[in-house]
């Protein structure tokens, strides 16, 4: 293998797809994608219900743990990102969210020109092949990605979406239209019932590309940099440490961790801490690690006797047995569901005009010990800080361990949020429709009640949503990584394309708008690239 290509990208996650796809389309790139983990040829990546296996693999995922979050009563919190083809759209919910198109003004209005709602819908729309018949004034039937409804949502799943309406929450059949606000069944990342992950939808059909080269089980160490140009990377694959060049540029999607992470590694970032990690400094760059933001999620779980949700008991033991013959029949059954099958978004009396919080119901009985499965029925509502205040940050300690630190709850409103949100949860619970189910609440427990309890329950049980971003932050302020472009701030020949270049968190789940990330960036590069190719002739 040569070890010289034009670009390279570090990182096959969401964004990292999607630009070995657009980059290698033109047959005079030499592409080059590089992954750490390993392939995604596994059946509990690809089957829906496989999903709840994977965020504690220690196969396929990168199990990090937080740094000792100071207002969750110093615990550590459980931080997993995939470690596959496909990174982390390979291990989560399938959930297509793209956010408020407010989020993407505000990034705008940050210092981002050309990020705002109208200059980044088309490139949702590009990548997006909706099955849904929704409108197409805001979705696109074209593009590689599926998105698709529930093969098969459980009933109780349906349920809520109608108490929610009992509540005074408005139904949203399509949150990726006209309104986020409202509650209802979540679109999907599916192909005929099957988990399609940004892998499966953008590099795997083009692998017949003689210019395009994917690798596993790479890990890149390093950066290289002659004076301030970066001209490629240094690797490690299977014991054996080497060289890739790129003649034009290297791009890392390696996600809101990883990014910063090979970033600090190489030298970039705050002078300071390079020195005191032990690291020469290369190119200072205060806001590598910083501004790091996610979404802290607060459980209220259901034991019940109704067979009707997802559990294991002897009553669901027909539908255990029967779920691989179901789903390999007609993508039917318990094996289709992404647990999280409904949801949405709602303003708590916090909220100015726009959600607060997010929804995600859970059809079945989360534990209340955290186990993995748990014996019996039931169901659960996460309910999450939509707009968070609170900032955190990534730092690299002398032995080379990534410091992750939240800074959950810094900022009281953050708390305040939450605690409205869980009284908003048990409202739709409440409800006279869920009465022949209903069951005991084990967590947070009938016996909290005030704000004060709810409260001291977030800070022992919370926990994050999987959404870290901001790391690398985009603007043009002193904190800022990368430019609107792009492009590392003082570096040639180097960008980041992926959750870390978020200014702020977006209002939902971060896989769409990774892959319209990616899809941006692509767009950047092949227009630079025209560019000097005019000049030159």
């Not at 590089?34 to 296996?53: K, S």
Request: net charge positive.
């Amino acid at each position: 293998m040569s070890g010289d290509f034009d670009y390279i990208i570090v990182g096959a996650g969401s964004a990292g797809c999607v630009l070995a796809n657009r980059l290698s389309a033109n047959p005079a790139n030499r592409v080059c994608l590089i992954e750490a983990g390993r392939h995604d040829n596994n059946v509990r990546i690809h089957t829906p219900a496989g999903t709840i296996t994977l965020y504690k693999s220690k196969t396929y995922s990168w199990n990090f743990l937080s740094a000792p979050q100071k207002a969750l009563n110093n615990r550590r919190l459980h931080t997993p990102r995939g470690k596959m083809l496909g990174g982390s759209s390979s291990m989560n919910s399938m959930i297509y969210i793209r956010g408020h198109a407010s989020d993407y003004d505000r990034w705008a209005a940050a210092g981002c020109p050309g990020w705002d709602w109208q200059s980044v819908l088309p490139y949702f729309k590009k990548s997006e092949r909706n099955l849904l018949g929704q409108s197409t004034a805001y979705h696109g039937s074209n593009g590689e990605l599926h998105v698709d409804q529930p093969r098969d949502p459980n009933p109780v799943s349906r349920l809520f979406v109608k108490a929610a309406e009992q509540v005074g929450l408005r139904r949203n059949d399509d949150f990726n239209g006209a309104e986020l606000e409202g509650c209802g069944l979540y679109n999907v990342t599916q192909k005929d019932g099957k988990r399609l992950s940004s892998y499966r939808a953008f590099v795997q059909p083009v692998l017949n590309r003689p210019n395009l080269t994917v690798m596993t089980d790479c890990a890149v160490t390093s950066l290289a940099l002659e004076g301030k140009r970066v001209t490629g990377v240094n690797i490690t694959r299977a014991g054996v440490a080497q060289r890739l060049v790129a003649q034009r540029e290297v791009i890392l999607a390696a996600g809101s961790l990883g990014s910063p992470q090979l970033l600090l590694a190489s030298g970039i970032g705050p002078e300071d801490e390079l020195k005191q990690a032990g690291i020469r400094p290369l190119h200072h760059l205060p806001g590598v690690g910083k501004n790091l933001q996610d979404h802290l999620d607060g459980l209220i779980t259901i034991r019940s006797k109704s067979a009707s949700t997802l559990g294991f008991s002897l009553g669901a033991l027909p539908s255990l047995l029967s779920a691989p013959w179901r789903y390999l029949r007609g993508r039917k059954g318990w094996l289709t569901t992404n647990y999280v099958e409904a949801g949405g978004f709602a303003c708590t009396p916090l909220a100015d005009t726009l959600p607060d919080v997010q929804f995600h119901f859970v059809p079945g009985y989360r534990s209340h010990r955290g186990r993995l499965f748990e014996w019996g029925h039931g169901y659960a509502v996460h309910t999450c800080v939509l707009r968070p205040k609170s900032i955190g940050e990534l730092r690299l300690q002398a032995n080379g361990e990534l410091v992750i630190d939240f800074n959950f709850l810094a900022e009281p409103e953050d708390a305040k949020v939450l605690v409205e949100g869980l009284k908003l949860a048990r409202k739709v619970l409440a409800d006279p429709l869920f009465a022949p189910i209903r069951g005991t609440e084990m967590l947070p427990g009938e016996q909290v009640q005030t704000d004060e309890q709810l409260l001291a329950y977030i800070r022992e049980n919370a926990a994050t949503v999987f959404h870290p971003v901001g790391t690398c932050k985009m603007g043009q302020d002193p904190l800022s990584v990368v430019g609107p472009d792009l492009c590392v701030h003082g570096l040639e020949g180097l960008r980041v394309a992926d959750a870390s270049i978020m200014p702020t968190l977006v209002s939902g789940n971060t896989n769409a708008p990774c892959i319209m990330i990616g899809e941006r960036a692509a767009d950047f590069i092949l227009g630079v690239t025209a560019f000097e190719e005019m000049k030159r002739a």
